[in-house]
């Protein structure tokens, strides 16, 4: 830049005032990407769900169980691959506060309706073979300790049962906070009144184009049934979840865009100082031949500097953050934690939109005076 030096004279000029409004703008971004990041987790659910999945639930609502017995039947109608229970145990591991999602499943049609779900043949196989079998996610595993072959207790208030299980297999891919376990293993140890009741089912379609008419075949089916289905794309079931956050949604972008305001007032009071300060100056330069446009370039130059310093060190201190601890673990629900490239590049934007407009009344003001106005200036 040809008046690099120049700037940079600017900028160090004030060092007190320059530490404390790059550590501002560091602070700002920080809390934005986080904000961001929280509610990109709030919609992976639906933005990575898999085109060829269902789920179909009660009609009337998730905490109604549907019989056992519609698998068979919904595996039945064209167009379906399979048919895969699924049911929520609500099981605690010790202690009220180890709570984890845990689902009893058919262990042989698991793999194929997860195909994200990764691990290797043998542990495959061991799951399969055994009725105690279970399968932990990685993550699950780093948080509680669980080992291949360690036996587990889970208790289920709902159920008011108590199940042991083995660790077969430790995989990856997906959300890797769930224990899965064999449904038939759960079916024999519930009590009557909850025997032969799935929570849902997840069905796996041949083609994207078989979803809609495989929804509604379904769910003619049961429809005059005690227990009618809702049945729905994965994408559609995880929206529905989604939109009960509605309001939390709403509230964080509201706090992202005071942080933002508020950035800005910061960044404008510390740009209207420091051009006040130099108005004299600009007497001088203009005395010298500097153009009004280079003046007032200069000083927007100054201000996209400091932005840009204080969005490297927030965006950089966020990715390192974020990146040597795995939040994840310790938020419910969310799979990962790590900023997406697009919030990046947003928080990256909002701190040059912050220098440019912050600096630009000053600038402009500044840059208009005559030599005489300027050097009689006693700001």
Do not use: C
Not at 160 to 167: G, P, S, T
Not at 220 to 225: E, K, V, W, Y
Not at 285 to 301: C, D, E, Y
Request: hydrophobic share 45%; net charge positive.
């Amino acid at each position: 830049m040809k008046y690099g030096k120049l700037i940079l004279k600017n900028i160090l000029r004030n060092k007190r005032r320059t530490l404390l409004t790059v550590s501002s703008l560091v602070v700002s971004l920080f809390l934005i990407i986080t904000l961001a990041t929280i509610l990109t987790e709030f919609t992976r659910g639906s933005e990575e769900a898999n085109p060829l999945r269902l789920v179909s639930r009660h009609a009337v609502s998730l905490t109604f169980n549907i019989p056992s017995a519609y698998q068979a039947r919904i595996a039945a109608v064209p167009g379906v691959k399979h048919a895969l229970p699924y049911t929520w145990f609500g099981g605690i591991y010790k202690d009220e506060k180890n709570f984890f999602a845990n689902f009893a499943v058919d262990p042989k049609t698991l793999r194929a309706h997860n195909p994200e779900t990764k691990m290797t043949d043998a542990e495959w196989q061991a799951f399969i073979s055994d009725r105690q079998g279970a399968l932990v996610g990685q993550k699950l595993a780093q948080l509680y300790g669980f080992n291949v072959g360690q036996r587990v207790t889970l208790k289920s208030p709902i159920y008011r049962a108590d199940l042991e299980f083995i660790v077969r297999g430790i995989y990856t891919g997906g959300d890797e906070k769930t224990f899965f376990f064999h449904h038939e293993y759960l079916n024999e140890s519930l009590p009557v009144w909850a025997k032969d009741k799935v929570g849902t089912f997840g069905i796996m379609a041949n083609t994207a184009s078989d979803v809609p008419r495989i929804a509604q075949a379904v769910d003619s089916l049961f429809l005059n049934t005690d227990a009618p289905t809702k049945t729905e794309s994965e994408r559609e079931f995880a929206i529905s979840f989604e939109t009960m956050l509605g309001g939390v949604k709403q509230f964080m972008y509201g706090i992202m865009a005071a942080i933002t305001f508020s950035l800005l007032l910061v960044m404008a009071n510390t740009m209207a100082m420091s051009v006040r300060e130099r108005t004299r100056e600009v007497g001088t330069l203009k005395a010298l031949g500097f153009q009004r446009g280079a003046i007032a370039w200069m000083f927007v130059g100054e201000s996209l500097s400091v932005a840009g310093l204080g969005a490297l060190l927030g965006i950089g201190g966020a990715m390192l953050v974020f990146k040597s601890i795995d939040l994840s673990l310790y938020l419910p629900n969310f799979q990962s934690f790590v900023p997406a490239p697009q919030t990046l590049l947003a928080a990256f934007v909002i701190a040059l939109f912050v220098g440019v407009v912050s600096v630009s009344y000053s600038a402009y003001r500044v840059s208009a005076m005559t030599i005489a106005e300027a050097l009689r200036s006693t700001e």
